[in-house]
């Protein structure tokens, strides 16, 4: 295993036109973390970090934005929008059967269609954002007061720059090695280690020893857990029918179908946390009303989501419910019964057509509720380990986990593809 990693490093180094993606992605992401760290004027920091502590959502944008929403800096917004347009174009193909049809039936030509709307979309979606989330700090004093002028030159700025964000994770993706979108969330999740390793540090507790190493050995197990649920796969035994024609056959080889145990990755914690945080900011936002009964029923609202019961207990059950709600959306067993049936192919034991759609659908049905109830865990595990060990300096955020795993997983393997294609 060592040799052959420092043979397809050597390939790497030797390879001017894989070196030079690498280094092209290193440069871009050089850039991005230096947006991050220019922050918009007249910032009250200490205000900032204890309405971020306070507010999960917040926190989970912060992700998204690689850290640039805790400094408010010029890319506050992150890839926020971006992925809300996805979102939104994924939800709209169960409306718009054009669009489904775009999606799934037209090939790569489609889906670049598909993806360039997402783009349109990002675009009043990043204005949208910024004028909220600018009002939001501007009345619960982490910005000051601003006048017109001085408002629209923020919120525009904010839009740009989450704009050039998603132009920058283009380029990434086309010019560079992994999707470009993910690598900009992975490089903010890495770029804040250390920070909590010195608050770890700094709150360091000898009495505390045990939680400590109990929360090493969960973090390893986790890990595992997340690389093994990731790679996990069901596949489904696929035989392709023998033709004659003249003198020539072709056809009856065999191969299979890989059903993902996690289809859904991790769009099902971030359709959770919409749902059940983006109430909570609104009611935040309206509990400063000067109507009495607004501001009352906005206060009740944010007080019974901030109970760490009730968080939990909603967090896991929409986690488990959007992990099948998108997996239906994105396979569909009576889709994949057709193509197989069209490329002349069948699964040994099942007749083709309905009995094949049908059979499908129960096979992801019950692998998907491994991955659904996995996800589900893996959401509230930050909520589950502060109660266990009383630390709130060090948490594993479920998220942000299967986030780093799944993009390190997808560069190491096309990486991989391209030294292969290389040696051979």
Excluded at 67 to 73: D, K, N
Excluded at 387 to 409: C, P, R
Aim: aromatic share 12%.
């Amino acid at each position: 295993m060592v040799d052959t990693f420092f043979r397809k490093l050597r390939i790497v180094l030797e390879d001017s036109v894989l070196r030079n993606r690498i280094l092209f992605v290193l440069g871009a992401l050089i850039v991005t973390r230096f947006l991050a760290a220019l922050p918009i004027p007249g910032v009250d920091t200490a205000v900032l970090e204890k309405f971020l502590s306070s507010n999960q959502f917040l926190g989970l944008l912060n992700v998204f934005s690689g850290g640039g929403f805790s400094s408010l800096s010029v890319v506050m917004l992150g890839v926020g929008p971006y992925i809300t347009a996805s979102i939104i174009m994924q939800l709209s193909t169960i409306l718009v059967p054009s669009l489904k049809e775009m999606y799934q039936e037209e090939g790569d030509a489609g889906r670049a269609r598909f993806t360039q709307y997402s783009r349109y979309l990002t675009v009043p979606l990043a204005f949208f954002q910024a004028i909220a989330f600018i009002l939001l700090l501007q009345q619960n004093g982490v910005i000051p007061a601003l006048t017109p002028l001085s408002l629209f030159t923020s919120v525009t700025v904010a839009a740009a720059g989450s704009i050039l964000l998603m132009w920058i994770g283009e380029l990434i993706s086309e010019f560079g090695v992994g999707n470009g979108i993910s690598l900009l969330i992975f490089a903010g999740i890495v770029a804040r280690i250390p920070q909590t390793i010195s608050q770890t540090v700094y709150a360091f507790d000898v009495s505390q020893i045990p939680a400590y190493l109990g929360f090493l050995i969960a973090a390893l197990v986790i890990t595992a857990g997340v690389i093994f649920i990731s790679e996990a796969e069901r596949p489904i035994p696929v035989t392709y029918a023998r033709r004659v024609r003249g003198s020539q056959v072709s056809g009856g080889t065999s191969t299979y179908l890989p059903l993902r145990v996690n289809q859904a990755g991790v769009i099902p914690i971030v359709f959770a946390l919409s749902f059940l945080l983006f109430p909570q900011m609104i009611a935040t936002f309206l509990s400063h009303s000067k109507t009495v009964w607004i501001a009352t029923g906005a206060t009740h609202v944010v007080n019974t989501i901030a109970n760490q019961w009730f968080y939990g207990i909603a967090y896991f059950l929409l986690v488990f419910l959007f992990t099948y709600f998108y997996t239906a959306i994105t396979f569909e067993p009576h889709q994949v019964s057709k193509n197989l049936q069209r490329g002349g192919a069948f699964i040994p034991g099942i007749r083709p057509g309905s009995q094949t759609t049908e059979y499908l659908g129960n096979v992801i049905t019950r692998i998907t509720l491994v991955g659904a109830v996995f996800l589900a865990t893996l959401a509230v595990l930050p909520i589950i380990l502060r109660g266990i060990t009383g630390i709130t300096s060090i948490t594993i955020g479920g998220t942000a986990l299967l986030i780093v795993v799944s993009v390190v997983l997808d560069v190491i393997k096309k990486v991989d593809a391209q030294t292969s294609i290389r040696e051979y």
